[in-house]
């Protein structure tokens, strides 16, 4: 149990790694094709809000598609779409067509994690699934952290299209890796249709969960999207250049790891929802301290903390949502929550863009992320289940 383990952490782990690859050079990608395409701010906030448009699609139709069809096929596929649309990416020549590949892309990017996380759940019960999930998806971690380093070390030299071919060519190499995916267990209970699938997660069993469920992907998926998309955006507008915000950026990075293990730990010794709450709050206090920030010291610090906890909350929703659900809607259950999430994804960085051309200053817009964390923890702590299907 112990090799298929980790055999398994390993191989679902690249679904992670790469989602977080993407998101964070799509990140450093676009403060460069602000200057050399001209790009107003609210031009800007298109590109980062229109791959999780493409996400809220991939994330509903592929974890409906893994209840239907198994979910190893699904899973496969959406790589496969991930790595054709980065290479497509690589020959765009505006941001109009810049924008129509990120909205491909952004369908194998969201339909990877629901259908990822429902593999570990189909393989493991109790804090173990729990701990498992909250280790897979810190590979996110390690995915933002190369690819800080490769737009460190890479781009400034040969240009974000290079960085981005390296990434397609990385794709591949995970391809080859999930053909060694264990074969999925048979899902035994009749296999609905979408619609019978869409209705039994709204049923009177799962309304509520599948409400609150929602309503705190929405919030992570809005704060986490909102701040970590703009984040050199940010450092440039405090004046740091670009690439002294890349090192920044590396830095803060590497506080994700930390917040995932200590959460991993925290599940099998406190109350899943008392660990969620906590790093919620933990969020929204780092999120308030980075928004009003004035030295290079107070940056780093809060920055990082930010990426300890949200990063962590992350981890904890992982591990939550899949074990909400019975197996034979685990898919589309995970996949709506996230596609609701997905909205708030795309708003975030969009919002962004708009309030910073209008004229809103740093710590007012972080003050708005502020009040989403507040809600989310209200929903935590006195509408959410601690279910274990």
């Not at 804090?127 to 490769?150: C, E």
């Not at 460190?152 to 190499?173: K, N, S």
């Not at 090192?247 to 917040?259: D, H, K």
């Not at 709050?281 to 809060?302: D, H, K, P, Q």
Request: net charge positive.
């Amino acid at each position: 149990m112990e090799v298929k383990g980790n055999r398994l952490l390993l191989l679902i782990g690249t679904a992670w790694l790469f989602d977080a690859l993407d998101v964070a050079l799509l990140s450093f990608i676009m403060p460069v094709i602000k200057e050399s395409w001209q790009l107003s701010a609210g031009q800007l906030g298109a590109v980062g809000a229109v791959t999780s448009l493409g996400m809220i699609i991939g994330a509903l139709g592929c974890g409906y598609l893994a209840d239907k069809i198994g979910r190893k096929p699904v899973l496969i596929a959406t790589l496969l779409l991930f790595s054709i649309g980065n290479l497509l990416l690589t020959l765009t020549p505006n941001v109009g067509w810049f924008l129509v590949v990120r909205l491909i892309t952004g369908i194998g990017l969201g339909g990877e994690l629901p259908v990822a996380a429902a593999v570990i759940a189909d393989n493991f019960t109790g804090t173990k699934r729990a701990r498992m999930l909250v280790l897979v998806d810190s590979f996110w971690a390690f995915g933002w952290i190369l690819a800080s380093i490769l737009a460190f070390l890479v781009m400034p030299r040969f240009g974000w299209r290079l960085t981005v071919l390296i990434t397609a060519l990385m794709g591949v190499y995970a391809l080859l890796m999930r053909r060694h995916l264990p074969d999925p267990k048979p899902i035994t209970s009749h296999k609905l249709g979408f619609g019978p699938a869409l209705k039994r997660i709204w049923s009177t069993e799962y309304r509520q969960t599948t409400i609150c469920m929602s309503i705190l992907w929405f919030v992570i998926m809005f704060v986490y999207y909102g701040l970590f998309l703009w984040l050199p955006s940010v450092l440039v507008l405090r004046g740091f250049s670009i690439v002294h915000s890349f090192g920044y950026t590396i830095l803060m990075s590497l506080a994700q790891l930390p917040g995932y293990y200590l959460a991993a730990w925290l599940i099998g010794k406190l109350p899943r929802k008392l660990v969620l709450a906590i790093y919620m709050f933990g969020t929204m206090l780092s999120a308030a301290a980075f928004g009003v920030a004035t030295s290079e010291t107070m940056l780093l610090i809060s920055g990082a903390w930010l990426s300890f906890f949200t990063l962590g909350a992350w981890g904890i929703m992982i591990a939550f949502t899949p074990g909400q659900f019975e197996v034979s809607i685990r898919g589309m259950g995970m996949g709506f929550a996230q596609s609701i999430g997905r909205i708030g994804a795309t708003i975030g960085p969009y919002l962004i863009g708009i309030l910073i051309a209008i004229g809103f200053k740093i710590p007012a817009i972080f003050a708005i992320f502020v009040g989403a964390l507040l809600i989310g923890i209200l929903v935590v702590l006195l509408g959410l289940r601690d279910a274990d299907r």
